[in-house]
C-alpha cells in the first residue's frame, strides 16, 4: 500500500528529509553539456521535486554520489597520519531500477570481495535509495535482456503524474515523514520497462577462447583511449593513487583516490615501466569479457546492467551493446 500526495506535499516532505539526506537525483544542469548552449542530465543536490528529471535518461550514473571522482583518504605528516572525515549526513538517492541493480555489483567488490572497503560502506551504509520508474525504455538501453529492468530491493518508489505524487515507502524511518502528510492511501505499482529496441544475445557457449577472435582489432582502430566509457558506467569502479604534497610543507599532504579507466594510457603500467594491454582491442577485449563473462563466473549474474551509458558518451560511436552481439560469431570463428 502506497500514498497519494500532492506535489507541495512532497516538497515539504523532502524539505524535512533534508534535515537527515543529502538529496541527489538526476537533474538537468542548463548550459553545462559539450557545448555552451547544450545542457547535460547528472546527478546533484536538489530541494524539491520539480528539480528532478523524469523523462530523461542522466549521462552520469548515480555512482559518484558513493564513490567520489576524488576521495582524500587520509592526510599525512612526517610521523602522523589521520584519516578523513566523512560526510556527516547520510545521502537519499533517485534512481532507476538499472542503477539500483549496478549498486548490488558495487556491493559485491567493496564489500563481498573478501574484504571491506571502510571508505565505501562508511558512505553506502547510511545511504537510502528511492526507486524512479521507466515507463518506457530509453535510446541505447538494453536492461530487459540483462535482467536489470526490474528490482525490489529499494527503500521507497516515487512515481509523479501531474501535479501528484504517488510514493511507495518500504523503510519504516522514510514512511514516518510522508504518513504525516497524507491519508490517502493508494496502490502504487512500480512501472518497469518490459522491452528494450536494444536487444544483446550473450552466447550461451561464450568461452575465454574468444579473446583470439579477429574481432578485437576493430576497436584497435576505432578506441582513442578516452575511457568515457567506464566514467559514465555505474558498475565500473577503476580508481589509481594519488599522493599530494603540499607547497608549503614538501613533507606533509593526503592520498587521495581518483577514479581511473581500464581503457586509458598508463593504467596498467607497472614497475619498471612494464606495461599490460597496450593494444586498444586489447583492452576493449578485456572490458568486454570482465562485464558478461568472468564476473559473472564468480558471482552468478553479468556485470553489465545494460544502461546503454556507455553507447551514449562514446566520442567513436563504439556501441558496446553490438560489441556483445559480435560474440556468437566470434565463437563460431574460433572454434
Known sequence: MGYKLNLE????????????????APKVLSGEGTF???????????????????????????????????????????????????????????????????????????????????????LREKAKFVLIGCEESFDSCFCVNMGTNKTD????????????????????????VFASLTKEEVEVTPDFVEENEVKVNIPENLELKVMNSKMWAEYSERCIACGR???V???????????????????AGERRRVWSSCQVDGYTVM?????????????????????????????????CVGCGRCDDICPEYISFSNCINKLEDAMEEVK
Not at 530541494?47 to 549521462?59: A, D, G
Not at 558506467?233 to 614538501?250: G, L, R, V
Not at 614497475?271 to 552468478?300: E, I, P, T
Request: hydrophobic share 35%.
Open 153 to 176: 530491493e529499494h527503500d521507497a518508489y516515487l512515481k509523479v503524474s501531474g501535479n501528484y505524487a504517488f510514493v511507495d515507502i518500504k523503510d519504516s524511518s522514510l514512511l514516518e
Open 9 to 24: 506535499n512532497l516538497n515539504i516532505a523532502l524539505k524535512e528529509l533534508s534535515k537527515e539526506y543529502r538529496i541527489f
Open 271 to 303: 614497475a619498471g615501466g612494464h606495461s599490460f594491454r597496450n593494444d586498444k582491442g586489447q583492452r576493449m577485449r578485456y572490458k568486454v569479457l570482465h562485464k558478461v563473462y568472468d564476473y559473472k563466473k564468480r558471482w552468478g549474474y553479468n556485470m
Open 36 to 122: 555552451s548552449d547544450t545542457d547535460i542530465v547528472r546527478y546533484g543536490e536538489i530541494e524539491t521535486v520539480q528539480e528532478i528529471e523524469f523523462n530523461k535518461k542522466s549521462q552520469f550514473s548515480y555512482k559518484e554520489v558513493l564513490l567520489p571522482i576524488r576521495q582524500t583518504l587520509f592526510f599525512f605528516t612526517e610521523d602522523q597520519i589521520k584519516e578523513a572525515e566523512v560526510e556527516e549526513k547520510a545521502a537519499l538517492i533517485f534512481l532507476r531500477s538499472c542503477d539500483m541493480n549496478a549498486l548490488k555489483r558495487i556491493d559485491d567488490m567493496y564489500l563481498r570481495n573478501g574484504f571491506e572497503d571502510i571508505y565505501y560502506k562508511k
Open 229 to 231: 566509457c567506464n566514467f
Open 233 to 251: 558506467c555505474p558498475t565500473c569502479t577503476c580508481f589509481n593513487m594519488q599522493d599530494i604534497f603540499y607547497k608549503d610543507n614538501k613533507k
